[in-house]
């Protein structure tokens, strides 16, 4: 775009500007939850169907894949928390039409989306927990 | 792209304050009309079926599900007339089994999925400003596509060879029926499936580069978000359903045992297949109706909505979660229990976002001050409804409950409060919300009452009971019952309230088409609303927009008194059309700065007849006509051929346009700055998950067969395959050589490129085919999925020999050169694609039977 | 229609049958759920009466639960249904209060709030508490068996039932009928001929499907002897709504003992009329698809005959077992049952069909 404006000083900002975001940014954390389910019913189909004695390591396995996607989700969270800065701004709805409210919008769906996606991932490993066998 | 430098977009951007208060002056105003108007003016007499516009095709789109709607409504009186009473016969079993199995097919597929896409069509432009949807003419060839394949598969009503399986066709029920009937329903609907999937690819497009410049995505309207995570659900939804068909047909024409256990197949994948499909459905029907209270909640409340994040965050969440649900349709089939927990936690998961949104509007309504309103009525109604659905659905997701009620009338409750409260109740209120904008005037206050009240009641009557016949072990899909059962009178108070539904709708049509020129026009913005749709001029134009305005806020009507009369002036963008050409705006995904003007095509008969014949190749082969088929399908060819070089990517006649306020913007695209390529890349993804679908079939037989591969059997020649693979590698690293030598200004040797790669690609499929020559597909299922494999890669390597063909003739006629080439770009995509496939291909049918 | 008409009298006659067999049970199942002492269904006292009123006399229903896995269900499903009742009149009654008692502003705080503690916090934990219990349940539902095994196929529409008492090598062949031990779990071993089923006996348990080339499992445990009425609920194709099927639980010694009955071959025809029926039944080739053990037909397509006479119903849970019944379901098999394999014996005269069905009804 070729500027005859005023640039507003906060659009100056590097992070800011469009290039730098992406709308898949925001569907990180339900990938994280995407991966965790799909390696979960994979390996445990694949598992009960080939080998069934070998449920239990599986499980064991499938627990570490619980703590792993949890961490990533986090630290997608708390990435997305930063980039809302809620702290700051205290905006809780970042309704205009500016580059740092669309910024901070996008990290704000973000950490919903890092909250729903570790909510789905807690439920998605306790069939692992209560559930031992094959049958 | 560096030879587009000079012309990119120039001049100011964002429009200040000073130049929007600006006055156009009244013969400024007066000519921008009169031009706007003779470009979008709507074709007349017999020639208004050639109309491409959203306005027309939306509203045609729209009718023709709501009469679906009705065929299939009618289909359920007679089946409650036939179980109204116990041992009853009324119908023949095989009539009853016809009327179900239409009954769920058409309300899924001919009224719940297009009535989304017609709604979206008709309005999602005037949410965003736009003048037109981006692919109007892949609008209307999806429409006609759809009407075609909607009276043929209805039609087989009337001559008693409906299919008869039910509307999730289990195999081997359906591939052992006899008759044409599973035919039908499998081709007639893989026909609609792909005017679905045309229909993603415009709405997706539409909510990403046609918004008006400034809507950054903060602040578009909801109905936009929700419009942009269902098209991507389609994209990822419907393939697995047509990778599911495409192997089921290959066993009803070709006796290839896919789902047939006595040959190695197993029925089981298509259930997996379906319900990949079929559970994302639900909420491909649900989250567009649900967008529609969405936007009629913040103007009841009078307040911009409460939880725009929240709500954003619930449709995208929702779009996740429903893939891993589709098990819980499974749930009796024995899969291990911990598969099943999965399913059952995923299941119980997708409450949480849909909750949330639901808690979204009731914030929203508690801060904001509530005026009621007719539409208002219908959302309460829908929401009192889907939350006893949501209810049953979390006790649903309990797995060993799930056992019990299962395939009864319990689910059959269960479905129609989920379906009626998340998709019929709100899409009603936005009939009622929108007519003043679809028509210019209002439907009956008194007469909705009436209907909501009919519906309403008649609703709970019908279904409530239903949850207790179910639960006193009434199965569905039964065309009679003892009257020993005890289920006698459940059945009958549910007859009694399907009549009242069916009153309800007599007054609502009637209430639709009752005759209104008395009734004057409405006021422009009836609800007092606070999107941009209700700043169309009243009388109706067809441009759309009168000029495309600059957008800073969520509710522009509300929050910038000045807009619309700068946009009636002609002061914001587009207000003219110097050269009679139909124009919209494309601007960036993210902020929506403006890109380009984009011409968008108008009236023609070519879409219709490409629709003709395409549906020509898909009905032939239910009556296992291949050669007419084959000549159709080669005629559908020629017409797409014929509009895409018409009327797609050609070179403009000015570069660049003056949109207004000062800003100049090309008129030209290539690559990822044209919405061409984006419509080519959604699609690609939608057509690699329709692949990955089939390999996953592969890998499903490893798994549940012991005998998969079986001992002894003949494989693919490898070193054919490797042939192959190499060959049509090469014709893709050619392919994109054409295009960096056709950007470098190397004309001559893009065009050896273009000649060398199509018969590379020939030779390769040729390889690929001789590859897979010995073996017989109708022996076992391992040869039968390395065929289907073949066949895959074949038609795609078919495909993109086309595209390369087209792209040499472009170049040989001028049509593409070294500053128009979003054709080259487009097709490179398309290869990139299909080398990926390939090479997995290659893989599975080469490597995978070694290694396994 | 004959049905009709024959149904009421069959299952007139179904009662008079238990009654003949002295295993003390008739009229049990009938007795109204509430009768019974010490069971959890204080809450939503008038749902549960209209449950009643119709599930008093449900053979088929999930309410009357009379199977241990059945019971927890149910127990499971009263929690579920009395958290959802408060939770729709909390939902929708927050939505009528803000549409039509309180319309003004209130406080944002209020709304966000609920957004987060009703959209988030409380359906996480209640939701995930529910599923943690349901999760629970499952390993003991359908536990292994505790020694009789069942193996039990679909066709197209009836029951294909074999019964393999432990260590046994050979089975009791038997059709559309299920008798299992009370107090006792069963182990069910399913598979289909032709298409998918699905077998289900909702007093006792949950349902399992049934598909041709791929065993499937479940076990059942009746509490208590009782007969009740079981259905395919997978459907499958023409007659789906006419493939039941009666289920009885017995006592375990007089199920060992009717099972011995059930393994010995076919009581040879007493009376004139049944030996005359035995010649038809012979001549007209029913033993080509018909096995009657310890006679010429051997038969595997249909249902085993051996002891048809003793079974509550015929056409797999269509018809009752009087003579009229054995004569209208051989005459009219298509009538009755839509698309059924076996070809009706319409040309048989009055008296042939009188003596076929004396034959059949007395192969007890």
């Known amino acids: 775009m070729q500027d005859e404006r005023q640039p507003r000083p906060d659009e100056e900002r590097h992070e800011f500007r469009e290039e730098a975001e992406s709308l898949w940014r925001i569907t990180l954390a339900p990938v994280a939850w995407v991966a965790h389910f799909v390696t979960s019913y994979g390996i445990v189909a694949l598992v009960c169907a080939k080998a069934p004695g070998l449920l239990g390591m599986t499980r064991g396995g499938l627990g570490l894949a619980t703590l792993l996607a949890l961490a990533v989700i986090a630290w997608l969270g708390w990435r997305a928390w930063r980039q809302w800065d809620y702290r700051t701004t205290g905006d809780y709805t970042n309704a205009r039409g500016e580059a740092e409210d669309r910024h901070q919008f996008l990290g704000h769906a973000a950490v919903l989306l890092a909250l729903i996606s570790a909510i789905g991932v807690v439920y998605g490993a306790l069939p692992v927990l209560l559930l031992e066998t094959c049958r | 792209m560096s030879d587009t430098d000079q012309t990119g977009p120039s001049g100011p951007y964002p429009p200040t304050e000073a130049m929007l208060a600006e006055p156009v002056s009244p013969e400024e105003q007066e000519r921008t009309a009169t031009e706007l108007r003779a470009a979008w003016e709507a074709p007349r007499g017999w020639r208004y079926f050639t109309a491409v516009n959203n306005s027309e095709v939306g509203l045609w789109y729209a009718l023709t599900a709501f009469g679906f709607m009705l065929l299939a409504g009618v289909l359920a009186l007679v089946m409650r007339l036939q179980l109204a009473v116990p041992d009853n016969d009324l119908i023949s079993a095989d009539r009853f089994n016809q009327f179900f199995t239409m009954h769920g097919s058409a309300m899924m597929f001919l009224f719940a999925v297009p009535m989304f896409e017609a709604i979206a069509i008709l309005i999602l432009p005037a949410f965003l400003g736009s003048r037109d949807m981006p692919f109007p003419r892949l609008s209307a060839f999806g429409f006609w596509c759809f009407v075609i394949g909607g009276v043929f598969v209805m039609g087989s009503l009337l001559f008693n060879s409906a299919p008869t399986a039910g509307w999730f066709m289990y195999p081997p029920l359906a591939t052992q029926d006899e008759g044409p009937g599973s035919d039908i329903w499998l081709l007639g609907l893989s026909f609609i499936e792909i005017a679905s999937i045309a229909a993603a690819v415009e709405l997706i497009v539409g909510a990403l580069k046609c918004r008006p410049p400034g809507m950054r995505v903060n602040i578009m309207p909801l109905y936009a978000w929700y419009v942009l995570v269902v098209g991507g659900m389609i994209l990822f939804a419907f393939p697995p359903l047509i990778a599911g068909d495409f192997l089921f047909e290959l066993e009803r024409s070709f006796d290839w045992p896919f789902f047939d256990p006595t040959r190695g197949g197993d029925p089981m994948l298509w259930q997996h297949l379906f319900w990949i499909f079929g559970h994302p459905e639900v909420y491909i029907v649900f989250l567009p109706s649900i967008a529609i209270a969405a936007m009629v909640v913040p103007t009841v409340a009078r307040r911009p909505i409460v939880g725009y994040s929240w709500i954003v965050l619930s449709a995208v969440g929702t779009g996740f979660l429903s893939f891993g649900l589709w098990v819980h349709h499974m749930f009796t089939t024995g899969l291990p229990n911990i598969s099943l927990g999965f399913f059952s936690a995923a299941s119980e998961a997708v409450v949480i976002p849909t909750g949330i949104q639901l808690f979204a509007f009731a914030a929203t309504l508690i801060v904001g001050r509530v005026k009621m309103s007719l539409p208002m009525l219908w959302i309460a109604g829908a929401l009192a409804i889907f939350t006893a659905g949501g209810l049953t659905g979390v006790m649903l997701a309990i797995a060993p409950f799930n056992w019990q009620v299962h395939d009864t009338y319990f689910i059959v409750a269960h479905l129609h409060y989920t379906l009626f409260g998340g998709m019929v109740f709100p899409v009603i209120a936005g009939v009622y919300y929108f007519f003043p904008f679809i028509r210019k005037k209002m439907l009956s206050e008194r007469l909705g009452r009436w209907a909501f009240w009919l519906i309403f009641t008649g609703f709970n009557v019908t279904f409530l009971p239903m949850h207790l016949t179910g639960l006193l072990g009434m199965p569905r899909r039964i065309f009679t019952y003892p009257d020993s059962a005890g289920w006698g009178w459940l059945n009958l108070v549910s007859t009694l309230g399907a009549f009242v539904i069916a009153a309800g709708f007599a007054v609502f049509v009637w209430d639709l088409l009752r005759p209104k020129g008395n009734q004057k026009q409405v006021p422009r913005n009836p ?132 949109a207004g306020l000062g800003l100049r913007l090309p008129t030209y695209a290539s690559g990822p700055k044209a919405v061409g390529w984006w419509a080519v890349w959604i699609t690609m993804l939608g057509d690699a998950t329709a692949f990955a679908s089939v390999v996953f079939g592969f890998f499903f037989y490893w798994t549940a067969r012991p005998d998969f591969p079986p001992e002894g059997a003949l494989h693919a020649t490898p070193g054919l395959v490797a042939l192959a693979a190499g060959a049509l590698v090469a014709s893709w690293a050619l392919t994109l050589g054409a295009r960096h030598w056709n950007g470098a200004g190397r004309a001559g040797v893009a065009r050896a490129a273009l000649i060398a790669a199509p018969l590379l690609a020939a030779g390769g499929c040729a390889a690929l085919i001789l590859s897979v020559q010995a073996l017989e597909p109708t022996q076992h299922v391992y040869p039968a999925v390395i065929c289907a494999l073949t066949v895959w890669v074949v038609a795609h390597g078919a495909v993109g020999i086309i595209m390369q063909l087209y792209c040499l003739a472009g170049s040989l006629t001028g049509k593409l050169t070294r500053r128009y080439d979003a054709d080259l770009w487009n097709i490179t995509l398309f290869w990139h694609f299909l080398c990926l496939t390939v090479l997995v291909a290659a893989a599975v049918m080469g490597l995978a039977p070694r290694v396994l | 229609m004959t049905t009709r008409l024959k149904q009421t009298d069959g299952q007139r006659k179904l009662r008079d049958v238990e009654i003949v067999m002295k295993t003390s049970m008739a009229g049990k199942s009938r007795r109204p759920i509430s009768a019974e002492p010490g069971r959890p269904r204080a809450r939503l006292a008038p749902l549960v009466a209209l449950a009643l009123l119709a599930g008093c006399d449900g053979r088929q229903s999930v309410l009357a639960p009379a199977g241990a896995d059945a019971r927890v269900l149910d127990s499971l499903f009263w929690v579920m249904l009395t958290g959802a009742v408060i939770l729709w009149l909390l939902v929708n009654g927050l939505f009528f209060y803000v549409m039509r008692i309180n319309r003004g502003a209130m406080s944002r705080r209020f709304a966000d709030g609920l957004i987060i503690g009703g959209g988030v916090i409380f359906p996480t934990v209640v939701l995930g508490a529910l599923l943690a219990w349901g999760l629970s349940i499952m390993p003991d539902q359908r536990a292994p068996g505790e020694g009789l095994t069942l193996r039990v196929t679909g066709e197209q529409w009836w029951w294909r039932v074999e019964y393999w008492p432990e260590g046994a090598d050979t089975p009791i062949v038997a059709a559309n009928e299920i008798r299992l031990p009370a107090g006792q779990r069963s182990e069910i071993l399913l598979n289909a001929g032709r298409v998918i089923h699905s077998f289900w006996i909702p007093a006792l348990g949950g349902k399992m499907d049934m598909f041709p080339g791929r065993e499937t499992r479940m076990s059942l445990k009746p509490e208590r002897a009782g007969n009740w009425r079981g259905q395919c609920a997978e459907f499958c194709g023409a007659s789906h709504a006419l493939m039941a099927f009666e289920v009885v639980a017995m006592p375990p010694d007089d199920f060992d003992s009717w099972l011995q009955a059930q393994a010995a071959p076919a009581t040879p025809p007493g009376d004139a009329a049944a030996q005359r029926g035995a010649r038809i039944f012979a001549r007209e080739g029913c033993g080509a698809c018909h096995a009657v053990r310890g006679t010429e037909a051997r038969g595997a397509v249909g249902p085993d005959l051996t002891h048809v006479g003793s079974r509550l119903s015929l056409g797999a849970g269509t018809l009752g077992t009087t003579l009229e019944d054995f004569e209208t379901w051989i005459a009219h098999t298509g009538a009755i049952k839509p698309e059924v394999e076996m070809p009706g014996y319409d040309h048989l005269t009055t008296a042939d069909l009188a003596d076929l069905a004396q034959y059949l009804k007395g192969l007890e």
Do not use: N
């Not at chain 2, 587009?574 to 124009?583: A, Q, V």
């Not at chain 2, 011409?599 to 007419?628: E, K």
């Open chain 2, 527 to 658: 609800w007092d609303a606070g999107t941009l749709e209700w700043s169309h001029d009243v009388p109706e134009e067809y441009w759309g927009a009168r000029s495309i305005p600059h957008i800073t806020s969520r509710y522009p009507l509300w929050d910038d008194p000045k807009l619309v009369e700068r946009m009636d002036a002609g002061r914001y963008y587009l207000p003219d059309s110097p050269h009679g050409h139909r124009e919209t705006m494309v601007t960036s995904v993210i902020d929506a700065s403006p890109e380009l003007v984009q011409r968008v095509t108008g009236p023609t008969w070519i879409t219709l007849w490409a629709a003709a014949f395409t549906g020509g190749a898909f009905i032939f082969p239910t009556f296992h006509m291949y050669p007419p088929a084959i000549v159709s399908g080669a005629f559908a060819v020629v017409c797409i051929l014929y509009w895409l070089w018409t009327s797609t990517a050609r070179p403009p006649e000015h570069d660049m346009r003056e």
